[in-house]
Every structure is written in C-alpha cells, then in structure tokens.
C-alpha cells in the first residue's frame, strides 16, 4: 500500500509557532515530504489561520500531535490537574478540526517521563480512571470529526502504557468511538517482541503510525523489522500516513524528554532526507 510519507517538524524545532511555522513547512515540501506533524505544545502556539495558509501554499497533509509535558495528567493526578489536561486535549483537538487533520495523537495520559511501580490491583485503577477521565475528551473528539490517538510509549517514558496489548485493555469501550491507538516503531522495537504481531493486535484501531529507525534517527539501515511491520499495516488496512518522528539534540526541553543526547545525523535535512528516500523505496517493493 502507498501512503502518504511525512516528518515532524520537531526534527528541526520547538516549539513551532506562527513565526517558524511558514519556514518548516516550506523546507518539508521541498524536500518532498505529502504530510507534516503539527506538535501543538501550548493552546496559542499556533493558529489555525497560519496553518491552513502555509498548508495551502505547500500542499502538505496536516496532522496534530500533543505533548505530555510537566502538569499534563490524567491518571493519579489532582482534579485541577485533570481539568487543565483534558482542556489543554480539547484545544488539540479544535486546532485538528480547524486545519483538516483526521486524528490528535499522542500519550494521553501522563506526562512523558513519569513512572511509577502499580500492583495489579492499581494499575486495574488507573486504567479505569484514565477511560472515566478521556470520556469527555473522546466525545468533543467525536463531535469534531477527529479521532484520538493514544501512543504507547517505552518504559523509561512512562510506567502505564508500554504495549500494544496494555492499550487495548486500558482503552477498552472507548476504542472506535472516538479514540485509537498511535503506534510508533522506536517504541514497539524496545517493548514488543514482534513489531508485525503488535500491529496485527491493534488492528483496525491504528489510527496514526511514526516511524524512526531504531536509534531514533532515519529509518532504515538500522535494526528494525520494516519489511514485516509495514506488511502487517498492509494487513489490518491502515491507509494513513508514515510520519518520521525524530529530534534534535539541540533542543534542550523535547532533546532531554526524548533523551537525545548526540546528534543522528550529520543535519537535520539529511536525516529527512534519507529518511524519505527509505520509505519511498520500502513502499515501491
């Protein structure tokens, strides 16, 4: 299957705002780039006038992702924190609808970072707590036309959601009623032993699919199982984008939450651009 191929601009950036949004979108289709990842960090970064002009200019696809940053949670959190949370989702989610991005992704429900050890009993809690506390984020998504994806993220990014399979329990009824599963592959290669079988378990529920080689640079060329996973995505029928998520060491907020620590490339529009040329090349065999 041929999907749209796309990067985000926290490969060069953060936070992208109306100043440097023009700029980035430029440089992405002129790299020759169909779709761009629009990280939505703080509600009036951007505004959707920009972005529907610059998108208008550059013919790129848009799609929203969010960022769990400090004070973002809606699990074993404070009420006031829940609120400003599920508001600050809500705003991602009036942005998506505004520009014509189809999902907001992300790890919507603690802020990147956080662990924390759970008996079973408690983790049973906070999976139902995490549904209780998505349900009025889900159905704004729903009367907007957009869908929420929600990422697994490895284990040292968070202690709630590793796998594919804890995503399906934790998500549960709401699944396909305004909420899906992002998956992205630098985190189903440390905690799946199958990228394809991850997949296949997530099924019709993928709604959102990142890419990065396994040391979080371009894919390909690295250890990654790309042939299988993007067999398996043919498989369950996801027809979205391949959207390269990688960063740069430069950055020091997302360069110390992504734990980039050396750079990936030899610059930033290499590691696009190599990038690009792989998932090209993967799609045509």
Same mark, same amino acid.
């Given at each position: 299957?041929k999907?749209?191929?796309?990067?985000?601009?926290?490969?060069?950036d953060?936070?992208?705002?109306d100043?440097n949004l023009?700029?980035?979108l430029?440089?992405?289709?002129?790299l020759?780039?169909d779709?761009?990842e629009?990280?939505?960090?703080?509600?009036g970064?951007f505004?959707?006038?920009?972005?529907r002009e610059?998108l208008?200019?550059t013919g790129?696809r848009?799609?929203?992702?969010?960022?769990?940053?400090p004070?973002?949670?809606?699990?074993?959190?404070?009420?006031a924190?829940?609120?400003?949370?599920?508001a600050? /989702?809500?705003?991602?989610?009036?942005?998506?609808?505004?520009?014509?991005s189809?999902?907001?992704?992300g790890?919507?429900?603690?802020r990147?970072?956080?662990?924390?050890?759970m008996s079973p009993?408690? %983790?049973?809690?906070?999976?139902?707590? /995490?549904?209780?506390?998505?349900q009025?984020?889900? =159905?704004?998504?729903r009367e !907007?036309g957009?869908?929420?994806?929600?990422?697994?993220?490895n284990?040292?990014?968070?202690s709630?959601?590793?796998?594919?399979?804890?995503a399906?329990?934790?998500?549960g009824?709401? /699944?396909?009623?305004?909420?899906?599963?992002a998956?992205d592959?630098?985190?189903?290669?440390i905690?799946?032993r199958s990228?394809? =079988?991850a997949? %296949?378990?997530?099924g019709?529920?993928?709604v959102?699919?990142?890419?990065?080689?396994n040391?979080r640079?371009?894919?390909g060329?690295?250890?990654?199982d790309?042939?299988n996973?993007?067999? !398996?995505?043919d498989e369950?029928?996801y027809?979205?984008?391949?959207?390269?998520e990688?960063?740069?060491?430069d950055?020091?907020?997302? =360069?110390? !939450?992504?734990?980039?620590? %050396?750079?990936?490339?030899?610059?930033?529009d290499?590691?696009?651009? %190599?990038?690009?040329?792989?998932?090209?090349?993967?799609?045509?065999?």
């Amino acid at each position: 299957m041929k999907r749209l191929i796309g990067i985000s601009t926290w490969v060069w950036d953060s936070p992208l705002t109306d100043t440097n949004l023009r700029g980035h979108l430029a440089r992405i289709a002129a790299l020759g780039f169909d779709a761009v990842e629009l990280p939505l960090e703080n509600a009036g970064d951007f505004t959707a006038d920009a972005v529907r002009e610059a998108l208008e200019s550059t013919g790129l696809r848009p799609f929203v992702v969010g960022a769990m940053s400090p004070g973002r949670d809606l699990v074993a959190a404070a009420p006031a924190t829940v609120e400003k949370t599920q508001a600050y /989702l809500m705003d991602c989610i009036t942005m998506a609808a505004g520009i014509g991005s189809p999902t907001v992704c992300g790890p919507f429900y603690a802020r990147t970072g956080r662990v924390w050890r759970m008996s079973p009993g408690q %983790r049973r809690e906070a999976d139902a707590e /995490l549904r209780h506390n998505l349900q009025p984020v889900a =159905a704004r998504a729903r009367e !907007a036309g957009v869908v929420l994806g929600i990422e697994p993220l490895n284990r040292y990014e968070t202690s709630l959601l590793n796998t594919v399979d804890q995503a399906l329990e934790a998500l549960g009824p709401l /699944l396909g009623n305004g909420v899906g599963l992002a998956l992205d592959s630098y985190h189903l290669h440390i905690e799946e032993r199958s990228l394809a =079988a991850a997949v %296949r378990a997530a099924g019709e529920h993928v709604v959102h699919v990142q890419v990065s080689g396994n040391d979080r640079g371009a894919p390909g060329g690295d250890q990654t199982d790309w042939e299988n996973f993007l067999h !398996a995505l043919d498989e369950v029928g996801y027809s979205g984008p391949l959207n390269i998520e990688s960063f740069t060491a430069d950055n020091a907020a997302i =360069a110390v !939450a992504a734990s980039i620590w %050396r750079p990936l490339a030899p610059s930033q529009d290499e590691l696009a651009v %190599r990038g690009l040329a792989f998932l090209r090349g993967v799609q045509r065999h």
